[in-house]
């Protein structure tokens, strides 16, 4: 199905007009998750999917957010993959649209990938400005909403990303109480994806300072 659905969405022979167009974007917007879901972020299939819906896209001219599923998608590639400077820029991008739009739960999505990428890549004490902006302005059904959409719990996710930053600078204290919220919130939700992001994320903290109590959570 992977294989042959892109094909059709590419070479289908119908009027260019803007329905169309959008048409297309949901099309490749759903092929996104059965990549992940079938082959993970790192795949490369990610980016030829990210170049062709970003064709789309300004083919239609105008900001929609049927675009920032596949933008988030593209990011993940390449934060998965090292490539962070590409990361940054594609999290930028998010924010931008999202802005653009007017859209709240995007703008909180976009600077969440910021803070996770400059965790990784730059500014450590920016991230963690960053995603403590981001756990300040989300509430629980907003951090629902996006979790929904994009397969992890946004205080959860933030929380951990927060803790990688805090722990970097030296504030170990503050770092520990970001992953307690992390725990609780994953446990609160009983979700199995927010749950192994979480376990996943706060166990590379726990083995990184010899805390096997706190691996053995």
């Known amino acids: 199905m992977l294989e042959s659905l892109h094909p059709v969405i590419a070479q289908a022979a119908l009027p260019q007009n803007e329905e169309t167009q ?125 979790g929904f959409s994009y397969g992890q719990d946004t205080v959860a996710a933030a929380n951990c990303y927060c803790a990688f930053g805090l722990h970097r600078l030296g504030k170990f204290e503050q770092a520990q109480q970001c992953v307690d919220a992390a725990l609780q919130r994953a446990a609160i939700l009983d979700d199995a994806n927010t749950t192994g992001y979480v376990s996943a994320h706060v166990s590379v903290l726990f083995v990184g300072n010899g805390d096997e109590v706190g691996l053995a959570r």
């Open 22 to 146: 959008r048409l297309r974007l949901d099309l490749l917007g759903e092929r996104v998750t059965l990549i992940i879901v079938s082959r993970a972020y790192s795949s490369p299939e990610l980016v030829d999917l990210h170049e062709d819906a970003m064709s789309v896209y300004g083919a239609i001219g105008k900001e929609t957010p049927q675009v920032l599923p596949i933008i988030y998608a593209r990011w993940a590639y390449e934060l998965t993959t090292g490539l962070q400077r590409k990361a940054l820029e594609h999290a930028n991008t998010v924010l931008t649209v999202a802005q653009g739009l007017q859209a709240p739960i995007s703008e909180v999505l976009g600077k969440r990938m910021i803070g996770f990428t400059l965790v990784m890549h730059r500014d450590v004490s920016q991230a963690v400005e960053c995603l403590e902006q981001v756990l300040d302005g989300v509430d629980e059904a907003l951090s629902d909403e996006i």
